[in-house]
């Protein structure tokens, strides 16, 4: 299963934030997106999703055009979106169905230890260590995750590194994070987001060539 995007613009008034955004992600394949701050990736994801309007763009499921992305793909979006009042062990309960993704995500390190808490009582790096393993655990074949990484303790970024990869034979999942060596360990290909454009690295030395980091980083 392939989703494919083309010719995607996006722009604020006078400013052009994307420029002819094409790329594929396919089931079976984790596919990363670096860029600096501001340079769009987030606008990316909002575009895909539906939340934001792009100037042009063609979304494609296996070839045939697609009007919403939402029964394919599940979002992690960078604001919370979990339901605040709720306690963790009701909200994996209500939303895995199967009684084997229930214990995925109960088993999973830290969350015996917040499980009988209220989702509004957890910090944000639990709050999104907790919605990246549901959406993982969702039927749609696509996972797209906005920093997955970010506010996330040692143990927590390596469980979730696995995790992805775990996924990936039945996933597509598109993923976008400041946390380059974890990026780079975990995509299979990588895209650098630079002046509106996207452009193919596979390396460390990529992104010092390209500018992303500098060359102390080396």
């Not at 229930?102 to 230890?113: C, H, L, M």
């Not at 790096?125 to 920093?147: C, I, S, V």
């Not at 506010?151 to 590194?161: C, G, H, R, T, Y």
Request: no cysteine.
């Amino acid at each position: 299963m392939i989703l494919s995007i083309e010719n995607l613009s996006k722009s604020f008034g006078a400013k052009q934030i994307l420029q002819e955004i094409a790329f594929t992600v396919e089931v079976g394949e984790i596919l990363a997106i670096l860029g600096r701050n501001g340079t769009g990736k987030s606008t990316l994801f909002e575009v895909l999703f539906g939340i934001t309007k792009a100037d042009q763009a063609l979304i494609k499921l296996d070839g045939s055009i697609l009007n919403s992305t939402q029964g394919v793909v599940a979002y992690l979006p960078q604001y919370a979106f979990i339901p605040v009042r709720m306690r963790v062990r009701t909200l994996i309960q209500r939303s895995i169905s199967s009684s084997e993704g229930q214990d995925t995500v109960f088993y999973a390190p830290k969350i015996s230890k917040i499980e009988n808490r209220l989702v509004g009582q957890l910090s944000v790096g639990e709050r999104r260590y907790l919605a990246t393993l549901l959406l993982g655990q969702l039927p749609q074949p696509f996972l797209m995750l906005d920093e997955p990484f970010s506010m996330l303790e040692p143990i927590q970024m390596e469980f979730i590194k696995n995790y992805l990869i775990r996924l990936k034979p039945s996933k597509g999942i598109l993923l976008a994070d400041h946390y380059y060596e974890d990026v780079l360990e975990t995509a299979d290909r990588k895209l650098l987001l630079q002046e509106e454009r996207l452009q193919s690295i596979s390396s460390k030395l990529d992104l010092v060539k390209k500018g992303y980091l500098p060359q102390s980083r080396l």
